[in-house]
């Protein structure tokens, strides 16, 4: 029974820490988006591009350890 309440309670705090990150990021993004506002910046990239950019991080970033994995395994 404790051990059930400890995972429970480490399960809430990773998605505390996960909630808390998505904070941050907002925080951040709005903050820069004021400034651009007040200098009175447009954004760089059109947001569809700016979106699709971002996609794309994300999906390098998975790939990466996906194709080490599979090279490692192919080497073996």
């Not at 699709?52 to 350890?65: A, D, S, T, V, Y």
């Amino acid at each position: 029974m404790l051990q059930d309440s400890a995972l429970y309670t480490e399960r809430n705090h990773l998605h505390g820490a996960h909630l808390m990150n998505y904070l941050i990021s907002l925080a951040i993004g709005l903050f820069v988006g004021v400034i651009y506002g007040a200098l009175d910046f447009r954004s760089p990239a059109p947001p569809a591009i700016a979106l699709i950019g971002l996609m794309g991080m994300l999906l390098g970033e998975k790939l990466w350890p996906m194709g080490r994995l599979w090279v490692s395994t192919w080497l073996s």
